[in-house]
């Protein structure tokens, strides 16, 4: 193991707890109803390896093979952790998906849904969901409309027997968040729905303040990608 890594590694983890702890407290929050995801895609090996050694668990990946590539072994060998998709999920990769997450962030279409819900009965094995709103209504951009949020949660719960347990956004680059986390913290509210995964390396503590449950940092724990 790389110390210079590790000491690095580590130094930028206790950096972004810290202020995730401080964002919490001033909104008057517990700092432990605030999860780090530890987003790992494109990153070296040696800087995951960095960052397991400092007693991080919980990752999230954008894309299902490369997901695959580089935690399957880990967790064929039993080790315990919590692997989260927060990228776009194609239907005929379901089943992979699956197989492999605990965790599917980016929920979005009734078609994905019915994937989903069939490859969890056939595989025993059922990844908790959240279901991705693209709150800034961008044509390029996977999610839910906000509009269209509460018929979609109702369709998952009545149609497929699925019960997502929160929602996930991604606010426009260059915009401010904070709107857009409010808007997610809304549609939850009135859904029912507990979970809320917003915030990134750039406004993770913004993401906090609004009631984030989750935050999704990348570049801030593992340098540039
Ligand atoms: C890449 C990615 C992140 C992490 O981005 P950083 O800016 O590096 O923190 C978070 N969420 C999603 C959905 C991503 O694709």
Not at 6 to 18: D, F, S
Not at 41 to 65: F, H, L
Not at 143 to 160: K, N, S, T
Not at 205 to 221: D, K, M, P
Request: hydrophobic residues 45%; neutral net charge; glycine residues 10%.
């Amino acid at each position: 193991m790389d110390e210079d890594l590790l000491q690095t590694i580590g130094a930028a983890r206790e950096g972004v707890l810290a202020r995730i702890a401080a964002a919490a407290k001033s909104a008057g929050r517990d700092p432990a109803s605030v999860r780090l995801t530890a987003v790992s895609k494109m990153q070296p090996d040696g800087r995951i390896e960095a960052m397991w050694a400092t007693g991080q668990r919980t990752y999230g990946e954008n894309r299902v093979q490369e997901a695959e590539a580089r935690w399957a072994a880990r967790r064929e060998r039993g080790e315990a952790f919590e692997l989260r998709l927060i990228g776009p999920l194609q239907t005929n990769k379901a089943r992979e998906a699956v197989l492999l997450f605990d965790v599917i962030e980016t929920l979005d279409r009734v078609r994905l849904a019915g994937a989903i819900a069939d490859a969890a009965s056939k595989l025993g094995r059922s990844p908790r969901l959240l279901v991705q709103v693209n709150t800034g209504e961008e044509a390029q951009k996977a999610g839910v409309a906000p509009r269209q949020a509460d018929a979609f949660i109702a369709a998952l719960r009545r149609d497929f027997s699925l019960s997502p347990e929160g929602l996930m956004c991604i606010p426009p680059v260059g915009e401010p968040a904070g709107p857009h986390f409010a808007l997610l913290a809304k549609i939850a509210e009135r859904n029912g729905l507990a979970a809320l995964s917003m915030g990134m390396s750039a406004d993770y503590e913004i993401g906090v303040l609004f009631g984030a449950t989750h935050v999704r940092v990348g570049s801030a724990l593992f340098g540039a990608r």
